[in-house]
């Protein structure tokens, strides 16, 4: 397969409407000692090529959970994994596991991990571990491979001197550029980043976000980001999704949804943001998140919610609502 190169020019800014990725009903849950853990449960959404989708939620909701189910980064005691994931019009359900290793893992789908220390090798040059992806994967011979290296390296404001240097030698924000450009490398559709400014100072955290919005604008890449900072999500997200003890319960466009968000666990995540140019009462959720191994029947935050009624004892559906969104609460149906 011939290695692609990077356009060197003129930007493509235009959002398309085309579907990249359809996920519907996915489970994943997992087996422990104390029971099954109902991590990711019937989620269902889709998503345009070339847009962002950032994933919120409280710790413990699902978002990584669901980004390994797309990626099929599972353990060994995964209790049930079932459901569609549809790329570019391919089931991957489908897909052996060795087939999706060999023909989409890196080559369609690539992942940045949240420990960029822990996901570098220490005995091997940053450099190597950058093109190895497309040594292994698409079969590309070393000195091609080191060269796109250098090329990504640029992309993403790592010096090129620094591939040949070791992980312990860069610093925490060179390191996590290091792991976009491995991610960036075989020029994937998709790739799915979790909390990649998390344990970075502040200067650094924009630093790499003004990385990934150049990629993003330059390049035919989709991403994934999963977080639960607001702030890091506004910058990059066209659409945001929120998650709550394994659902989905909003997913909207990023205009509407940072204006006035509709599930009320959406609202009390925006309400707990202080902003710079207005006077808002900070507000907080009360209680804490259910246990997944055995979550409350019906509305999983109605437990929470100061909206409760009697109705949200039994599981709202999905609803479509105004700008193309949808919410998984009674109160959307008007």
């Known amino acids: 397969m011939d290695q692609k ?20 009903d996915l489970k994943l849950f997992f087996r422990t000692t104390k029971g099954v853990v109902q991590a990711v449960d019937g989620v269902s959404f889709s998503l345009g090529r070339r ?5 919120l939620g409280e710790s413990g909701c699902g978002k990584t959970s669901l980004a390994r189910a797309i990626l099929r980064l599972l353990p060994r005691n ?34 940045v991990p949240q420990a960029a220390m822990n996901a570098l090798n220490p005995v091997l040059r940053v450099g190597y571990q950058i093109a190895e992806p497309l040594v292994i994967h698409l079969g590309v011979d070393r000195e091609r ?41 075989t020029n994937p559709q998709l790739i799915i980043l979790d909390e990649p400014t998390s344990a970075l100072d502040v200067l650094t955290q924009a ?27 506004s910058e990059l997200a066209d659409e945001l999704l929120v998650m709550y003890a394994g659902h989905l ?22 309400a707990s943001v202080p902003t710079l140019r207005e006077e808002k009462t900070l507000e907080f959720i009360p209680g804490q998140p259910p246990s997944l ?4 029947k019906g509305c999983r935050f109605a437990p929470r919610c100061p909206r409760r009624v009697e109705r949200c004892d039994t599981e709202p559906p999905l609803f479509s609502v105004d700008a193309g969104g949808i919410v998984k609460c009674w109160f959307a149906a008007g």
């Open 5 to 24: 190169t990077l356009p060197s020019s003129t930007p493509n800014k235009s959002v398309s409407e085309e579907i990249l990725l359809r996920v519907k």
């Open 51 to 55: 847009n962002s989708l950032a994933i």
């Open 78 to 111: 995964v209790h049930t994994f079932s459901g569609e994931i549809v790329l570019d019009g391919v089931d991957l359900m489908k897909m052996s596991d060795e087939w999706f290793r060999k023909e989409i893992r890196w080559r369609k789908i690539s992942f």
């Open 145 to 185: 491979a080191f060269n796109r290296a250098a090329e990504v390296a640029r992309v993403v404001g790592l010096p090129v001197d620094f591939l040949n240097r070791y992980a312990f030698e860069l610093s925490g924000g060179m390191r996590q550029r290091a792991i976009i450009a491995m991610a960036l490398i």
């Open 207 to 233: 630093n790499i976000m003004n990385s990934l919005k150049k990629i993003k604008r330059e390049f035919d890449i989709t991403y994934i980001l999963i977080t639960h900072d607001i702030a890091t999500s």
């Open 249 to 270: 319960v909003e997913h909207s466009p990023a205009e509407r949804f940072f204006k006035a968000p509709i599930h009320p666990y959406a609202q009390k995540l925006m």
């Open 293 to 296: 191994l055995n979550p409350p």
